[in-house]
């Protein structure tokens, strides 16, 4: 968790409201990847970026190299939004070392 | 379907077993990872495969060792296991082809408990 630091480290929300997740990054990272992991532990991938931004439905992501950080958004959250997120990124040149993430932001969304 | 498979969900075992863990991804992918993901839910590389090349996350001890039949396929050992391989391990592929997208896909992990 020392070369992805996540903020917050947890989150509680309102049906209904947004907030905003971040990665801040000691790595020159070249792509970021967002991820919900489930109560089951399973991991499902929500976006894959290189610097510039996606967005798919209530979620909005963008990555800046240059500043390195990567910032998550949830719009209007739902209780099915509950989960840890997770941002990993990909350090340049050094692909082969796999996906090096954060510690988590774990995400609470209530009526 | 395409996507990465585990087995077993999950494995209770003695200190000193021998243990192995299955990894299947269909989805054509040329690369297949190996994670850690301790109680402190942070996950951590122990293994990279592509085209017959390992890479070895050095603080991985000696007795993880990867197994691979095929692109498709990268199996985890581990010879004699200790308290502290109480974690759920985490397999993912990609691909590492020019002009692809290099995603990560995760399959649902194997929780092992050492007792």
């Known amino acids: 968790g020392d070369k992805v630091k996540q903020s917050p480290s947890a989150l509680s929300l309102q049906e209904g409201t947004n907030s905003a997740l971040r990665c801040n990054f000691s790595i020159a990272a070249t792509t970021v990847q967002w991820f919900l992991q489930n109560p089951r532990g399973s991991l499902m991938n929500l976006f894959y970026?290189?610097?510039g931004t996606k967005e798919n439905g209530r979620l909005k992501s963008a990555f800046d190299s240059k500043e390195s950080y990567s910032t998550l958004h949830i719009r209007d959250a739902q209780l099915e939004d509950s989960g840890t997120y997770f941002c990993?990124?990909?350090?340049?040149?050094?692909?082969?070392?796999?996906?090096?993430f954060g510690l988590g932001t774990r995400v609470s969304v209530f009526p | 379907e395409t996507a990465v498979f585990q087995t077993p969900n999950y494995h209770v075992t003695q200190v000193g077993n021998e243990v192995s863990f299955n990894c299947k991804q269909t989805?054509?992918?040329?690369?297949m990872y190996w994670y850690k993901q301790d109680s402190k839910k942070l996950l951590k590389i122990m293994f990279s495969?592509?085209?017959?090349?390992?890479?070895v996350n050095e603080t991985v001890p000696r007795r993880f060792s990867p197994q691979s039949s095929d692109k498709a396929h990268l199996n985890l050992r581990i010879k004699s296991v200790e308290p502290e391989d109480s974690a759920v391990y985490l397999c993912?592929?990609?691909?590492?082809?020019?002009?692809?997208?290099?995603?990560?896909?995760f399959g649902p992990g194997t929780r092992l408990t050492v007792l």
């Open positions: 993912a592929s990609s691909s590492r082809d020019w002009g692809s997208s290099y995603e990560q896909y």
């Open positions: 970026l290189v610097p």
């Open positions: 495969y592509n085209n017959k090349q390992l890479i």
């Open positions: 989805l054509g992918h040329d690369t």
């Open positions: 990993a990124a990909e350090e340049d040149g050094n692909y082969a070392q796999g996906l090096t």
